[in-house]
């Protein structure tokens, strides 16, 4: 999602924290208090959310997992699905559900729970949905990485945490127990998030390993183009400044088959990942008619392989700065569209 604006105090460079520090180098502003639930704000699209997406692409496995929540309008939402064998063989979002007990890091709503042992390092995720039973454990590599996702336009949610880590555990699914380990991303965001103000956004999560990885959201915003992302090499961590990226979309315009990003950070140094899919892709309700599609990918980085997945969303509508050059007004009825869902 876009965004060009630096949370106060955030670290931009840095060596990657030890496993056995307990601060937060780049998530600065924030304790484990922010592991919990937060005033909301008066605007009426204000939410809370967590999730944790997770691959071990080399035995099929795979997941996302989302609860979130919306108090100012008294409900809450999952988005669920799970992958074995590179199929989905589980799937599900659900909307206008009471509010559960606890926050999104610490409750259970519809079969997905959620646990954090190491407040804004570690999640514990239990799913079961459609005889399908999920076990597995998050631990971040760096500990949570602060931002912004506000900007170029964009109204995403102005609170926000996340980072890479390793993921162990099982899925059971036919009655046979499928070990996990692989590797995931644990996201934490409050404040207001408007679907409308999106135009269009890629997500590239990729690991090598604890000491090389990447995590960067290039996107769209009604103000044009904004980059927020960071990625660790060699136990470096910096802020990402560009990415230059090429999807590989199947002809059911959806669906990916392959993916490249030349990924750029504040210190000059540069990653290119090719990627290929690894399984089954899924859609995401975003919100106010927007929507996305995320697939596990295995990446090629010279003779490694990364393990990760992709998240997109096509552009939805023509942006502003187009239109405006065509010399066409906003409510002009070539631009509407007037039809219903199909």
């Given amino acids: 999602m876009p965004s060009t604006e630096d949370v106060a105090n955030e670290a931009s460079v840095g060596p990657a924290p030890d496993a056995d520090d307990q601060s937060f180098p780049y998530a600065r502003s924030l304790t484990a208090a922010d592991d919990g639930l937060h005033p909301p704000g008066p605007q009426p699209l204000w939410q809370e959310s967590s999730l944790v997406a997770f691959v071990d692409p080399a035995r099929g496995l795979a997941g996302f997992h989302r609860i979130g929540m919306h108090p100012n309008g008294g409900q809450a939402s999952i988005y669920s699905w799970t992958q074995v064998d590179g199929k989905i063989v589980s799937r599900a979002k659900r909307t206008g559900l009471p509010l559960p007990i606890g926050p999104v890091t610490g409750t259970t709503l519809e079969g997905v729970s959620f646990e954090t ?173 927007y929507f996305c599609a995320h697939v596990p990918m295995i990446f090629e980085s010279g003779a490694q392989n990364w393990r990760g997945m992709v998240e997109w969303a096509p552009m939805r509508f023509i942006p502003p700065w187009i239109r405006e050059g065509l010399g066409l007004a906003p409510d002009n009825e070539w631009l509407q569209w007037q039809g219903s869902p199909p």
Wanted: aromatic share 8%; charged share 20%.
């Fill in 117 to 289: 042992p190491d407040p804004l390092r570690t999640c514990r995720i239990r799913v079961d949905r459609d005889g399908v039973q999920t076990d597995v454990l998050f631990e971040s590599f760096t500990g949570p990485v602060q931002m912004n996702m506000d900007g170029a336009g964009a109204t995403v949610g102005r609170g926000h945490y996340d980072s890479l880590g390793k993921v162990t555990g099982h899925i059971t699914a036919g009655g046979q127990i499928h070990p996990f380990d692989g590797v995931g991303f644990l996201d934490h965001s409050w404040g207001a998030r408007d679907g409308r103000s999106i135009l269009a956004h890629r997500w590239f999560m990729a690991v090598l390993d604890e000491h090389n990885h990447l995590n960067t959201f290039p996107g769209v915003g009604l103000k044009g183009r904004g980059m927020i992302g960071y990625m660790v090499l060699d136990g470096v961590y910096s802020k990402v400044a560009d990415v230059q990226s090429e999807l590989h979309v199947g002809d059911d315009y959806l669906g990916l088959n392959g993916a490249y990003a030349r990924v750029t950070d504040r210190l000059g140094r540069t990653v290119e990942i090719r990627g290929r899919a690894a399984g089954e892709y899924n859609v995401q309700p975003y919100g106010q008619g």
